[in-house]
């Protein structure tokens, strides 16, 4: 079995048949995982280097052979929300919380509740089969870097069977900011302000440290208004080998060229490692995390698109409209490193090729 690519859960877990859980005792042992320890665990046990984050090889001996809950956090600069995927099998070939629920809650470490609030959900419809996968609400608004205590209980389909686990997680941080709103306006990630409107796509930020990039995101402009000449966000594209998901302004979702706008929350699997595509804090539009908490990209009503970026991770690193990240706003039309203060030559570069549009005005 390979891990190459995580290309479904039921790849990168599994449970032996005999360890098996039948009691409460049994159950109680069962540990609480974050994917990413278990990885970096697996990988400095093996190969001595968990920074590069991919397991090679065919062997079953890197399968996990004890029941497990897997949980992971996906944060931005404000929100967290959680998953846990259930890997304790029954003597009957189930799981433990098979059809049961999650209750969890949320709060901040440094002012804790007297009592907490407890928010219940059921087992999330999509996940990852056949393993149980509970998902909570996005927990926020709170700033960058804020330690937050999580609460989590599962508990089985019949009431019989509980597990209880507490963890504390931060909201990502440090942080960086970049918007295209508008008709539109741009920020960049170091607060450079100015406005394109050309009917082509571009290509919005992109990782500048490998070649080819290992991510870019690329963002189309609808078609010109009559009364004003002016266009709008139209879609943001995620692009990460052959692998991409479209974030359009009406709502609409696609994985690999596939709508899911039906589902209201969706995991899935691009470039091998986890990503999630769900509904913003305010469900005024969609946000896509990748698997290592680097950026989160959201498309929201009237005409908005909000990226984050972890400042330490890509800082002087990006290059496209949201600029370079390193801290210096004057330098942000530099092209190729090459000064540059002329806004359309700028954004001419970062043009993708042959994906302008001959249109006639919206009306």
Not at 93 to 101: D, I, R
Not at 216 to 233: C, D, E, F, H, P
Request: charged residues 20%.
């Amino acid at each position: 079995m390979a891990f190459a690519t995580l290309l479904c859960c039921a790849f990168l877990f599994g449970v032996s048949a005999s360890a098996t859980i039948k009691t409460q005792e049994e159950l109680d042992q069962v540990p609480f995982v974050l994917l990413s320890d278990w990885i970096d665990a697996k990988l400095a046990a093996k190969q001595g280097n968990p920074a590069k984050r991919q397991i090679s090889g065919d062997d079953d001996d890197e399968l996990p052979t004890e029941p497990t809950i897997i949980y992971q956090t996906y944060r931005t600069c404000n929100y967290i929300l959680l998953l846990a995927i259930d890997f304790t099998a029954t003597e009957e070939g189930s799981y433990v919380f098979e059809g049961g629920n999650m209750s969890y809650s949320f709060y901040n470490t440094s002012d804790p509740p007297a009592s907490p609030n407890y928010t219940v959900v059921q087992q999330d419809p999509i996940g990852f089969p056949p393993y149980p996968t509970f998902v909570t609400e996005w927990s926020g608004e709170h700033p960058p870097c804020t330690n937050l205590t999580i609460l989590v209980n599962l508990t089985n389909a019949d009431g019989t069977l509980t597990r209880n686990a507490s963890f504390i997680r931060s909201t990502a941080c440090p942080c960086k900011d970049g918007d295209m709103k508008g008709d539109p306006h741009i920020t960049t990630l170091d607060g450079f302000r100015y406005n394109i409107n050309g009917p082509c796509d571009y290509t919005l930020l992109q990782d500048c440290i490998h070649t080819p990039p290992k991510w870019k995101i690329i963002v189309t402009n609808g078609q010109a208004i009559a009364s004003s000449g002016r266009r709008r966000l139209e879609c943001a594209r995620l692009v990460m080998n052959t692998s991409d998901v479209e974030l359009f302004q009406n709502g609409d979702v696609k994985v690999n060229g596939v709508s899911v706008s039906s589902v209201k929350s969706l995991f899935v699997m691009v470039n091998g490692l986890m990503n999630v595509v769900t509904e913003t804090p305010d469900k005024k539009g969609k946000v896509v995390i990748p698997y290592d908490d680097t950026f989160f990209l959201a498309v929201e009503e009237h005409y908005q698109l909000k990226l984050g970026l972890k400042d330490d991770y890509y800082k002087g690193k990006t290059c496209g409209l949201l600029g370079n990240n390193n801290g210096d706003r004057k330098d942000d039309l530099y092209i190729k490193g090459q000064r540059n203060t002329n806004v359309t030559a700028f954004t001419e570069y970062w043009k993708v090729p042959n994906s302008c549009r001959v249109e006639k005005l919206k009306i």
